[in-house]
């Protein structure tokens, strides 16, 4: 198996989440797809990202709908590489998205947890 194709998020429009993935984080719309009464394979994506993308899946039903934004039960679940920390955390503050603490340094990388628009907590990281 040669990598991870995609990771899904459970989302509770996809027009919104399409919106916060690629101007507030700043990924590429890869796909929408129709698939049929209303369902859509969307996939979202780093810039330059060649291997592993988000699948931003629509909540049907209320157990599907009651995940969203607790996909990982309050834990950060996902984690976004970047090699400029400093550039991508200034362009994201500046596109609303909420960092629940300032850049730290750690042996791992500099990292600071923001939250996408449902609150699921993502790694923003620049490994050391």
Do not use: C, S
């Not at 629509?58 to 990982?72: H, K, L, P, Y």
């Not at 998205?97 to 923001?114: K, L, N």
């Amino acid at each position: 198996m040669p990598h991870l194709g995609l990771v899904t998020l459970v989302v509770r429009d996809y027009d919104e989440a399409i919106e916060f993935y690629t101007r507030a984080v700043g990924f590429e719309l890869r796909e929408d797809t129709p698939l049929g009464d209303g369902k859509r394979w969307v996939v979202v994506a780093p810039p330059g990202a060649r291997e592993t993308g988000v699948l931003l899946a629509r909540a049907v039903g209320a157990a599907q709908e009651a995940r969203v934004g607790d996909q990982t039960g309050g834990r950060v679940g996902l984690f976004l590489h970047t090699d400029d920390f400093a550039r991508d955390h200034a362009r994201m503050l500046a596109n609303g998205v909420r960092f629940d603490e300032q850049p730290r340094r750690e042996p791992y990388g500099t990292v600071a947890v923001f939250r996408d628009l449902h609150g699921n907590a993502w790694d923003l990281i620049q490994p050391a």
